[in-house]
């Protein structure tokens, strides 16, 4: 469709009246626009959150405050946030992370969309305004069945994991820039040398993010080591859903996530 | 909504031009300013070379609708040879031969200046990663990596010419 109208409101509260007038909400715009410029735009209007002040990060007691329009690269840049540093290093290029934004990466496809992936891990809230007001939403629910019409996500608030329980992995055709044949982000914790706690994300192997529950439940109680965590990925088998693409066939992306998730929880 | 007046401010400049709605930065670039160092190569974010600065850091310019960055400052390979003299970067691509058909040149020059400018003592995967956005089909890579470091180097006043 031809663009009749690009709003870019200064709050939050027009960015949900534009979109619950139908108009396509617009984060970065490095999924939008590549369909704008090639004649297939969802919508006639679109809505920018470049200026509607989502740009904010924060991080206070524990917990990090994303705007929805922060990019990628202010993610990186603060202080409080290295431990995502790596992952963040793993999604497109330095220059495209200075557009795509964290709510943008919530509704990308897969095998884009490794922060979502991390922010499953890490069992992210949703801040989500829309016609009726406030709601926070877990990021799982968002990821698995989107927003209200109308509604706009504005933030996602995470609890930062503590030092050595966070663990990221990707595997891709390169070493850079490249996307997911399989994405393994995770926070484990251990005591007296077995798994008390892990909340495990997957990326690239099923339609959206997912959690591997059936390796989260098979790692309870038992040691982190090469075999348990090889069993774990077998058993995660039964969590995925893969898709043959450009980068890797179904088949190879479920034959290698065993490995990755080994490799992601046992560097 | 009809077309619009949009303002930025370009290599310094203050320019005013009319912007119908929905149109990139890089068009704006292109056509309404007469700016064409920036090209159009795949118009989908994949290849880099409509990469601008806007406020200093690189961005591809035919994912931005122009309206999202009205008054912001935008920085294009125009603006880098000041008064017509090559710059650092600029001179470095010409004696290294990291500039074959030219496409990419331009969004790898500017990717380079926003490197320099935050980091003038790049490491070589620093470079690499800079430019892991810019796609390159003639040099295979090796000779833009040297020249931006050779212009880190002069930059730096550590090798005199």
């Known amino acids: 469709m031809v663009i009749q109208a690009v709003h870019v409101p200064e709050s939050a509260e027009a960015a949900v009246t534009y979109s619950a007038r139908g108009a396509w909400i617009m984060g970065g715009g490095t999924v939008v626009m590549p369909l704008v410029n090639s004649g297939a735009a969802p919508a006639t209007e679109l809505v920018s959150l470049r200026r509607a002040g989502l740009g904010g990060v924060e991080v206070r007691d524990g917990v990090a405050r994303i705007g929805a329009a922060a990019t990628l690269a202010a993610v990186g840049e603060h202080p409080g946030l290295s431990f995502l540093r790596p992952a963040l290093r793993t999604i497109a290029s330095p220059t495209l992370r200075n557009q795509a934004t964290v709510g943008g990466n919530l509704f990308v496809a897969q095998p884009y969309g490794d922060l979502a992936v991390c922010l499953l891990a890490l069992d992210a809230t949703c801040e989500i305004a829309g016609p009726d007001g406030r709601r926070d939403a877990p990021v799982a629910d968002v990821l698995a069945s989107g927003v209200g019409s109308g509604e706009v996500v504005v933030a996602v608030r995470a609890a930062l994991p503590g030092p050595g329980v966070w663990h990221y992995h990707k595997a891709m055709r390169r070493r850079l820039n490249s996307a997911a044949i399989v994405t393994v982000a995770a926070v484990t914790r251990t005591a007296d040398g077995v798994v008390t706690f892990s909340r495990i994300a997957l990326g690239g192997v099923a339609p959206r993010p997912v959690r591997a529950v059936s390796a989260e439940r098979l790692l309870r109680g038992r040691p982190l080591t090469h075999d348990v965590l090889t069993e774990a990925g077998e058993a995660a088998h039964g969590d995925i859903d893969p898709f043959d693409d450009a980068y890797a066939s179904a088949w190879y992306r479920a034959r290698v996530l065993p490995v990755h998730l080994r490799r992601a929880l046992l560097p | ?161």
Do not use: H, W
């Open chain 2, 1 to 161: 909504m009809p077309s619009q007046i949009v303002s930025l401010v370009v290599n310094g400049e203050r320019r005013e031009f009319i912007a119908a709605p929905g149109v990139t930065l890089l068009a704006s670039l292109r056509e309404s300013l007469g700016l064409t160092a920036a090209k159009r190569g795949c118009a989908q974010g994949a290849c880099g070379t409509c990469t601008v600065l806007v406020d200093g850091r690189p961005e591809v310019a035919c994912l931005v609708a122009v309206e999202t960055v009205a008054g912001r400052s935008v920085r294009t390979l125009e603006g880098v040879a000041a008064g017509g003299e090559l710059d650092e970067v600029q001179n470095a691509f010409v004696d290294c031969f990291a500039t074959q058909c030219g496409f990419c040149t331009a969004g790898m020059i500017m990717v380079a200046e926003a490197l320099l400018d935050r980091d003038p003592d790049p490491s070589e995967a620093d470079v690499v990663e800079a430019i892991s956005g810019n796609v390159c089909r003639c040099t295979g890579y090796r000779p833009i990596v040297i020249a931006i470091l050779e212009a880190a180097r002069r930059r730096r006043g550590a090798v005199s010419r």
